[in-house]
């Protein structure tokens, strides 16, 4: 059973909690979220698509965060904040497989992403 998400401090917890051991393109995404420190604190985006077991664990259902994006209930949101969720997501959903990727791609989408936002020299 899945319930709806708890305060902004319960979400956050149970997100770092969730991650621990999980796959590193979720731990990325979650990783970005929290950094950002924007969507958990957000109503609709907890009650979208960050869900909490019986047990109280909590975690985000990419899927319904992305279908929720596609819709626009986060339309309210900064351009930053969106561009920043959408990128999440797609790191979260494994939308560029970098899952399976291997070392020599990951290389150049790294150095890609990186000298996009200008961290390079």
Partial sequence: ???RAGTTAAVVAGLRAWVRGHDP???A???LLLAHDV???RTEFRAA?????SDGEHWIDWSAARAAFDAGEFDRASSTEIAVLDLAIALGSDRYRLRSMGHHNARLIAEAVAHAVGATR
């Avoid at 698509?49 to 077991?53: I, S």
């Fill in 49 to 53: 698509c960050v869900r909490r077991d």
């Fill in 39 to 41: 969507c958990p604190r």
């Fill in 25 to 27: 393109h979720v731990q």
């Fill in 1 to 3: 059973m899945t319930a």
């Fill in 29 to 31: 995404a979650v990783g």
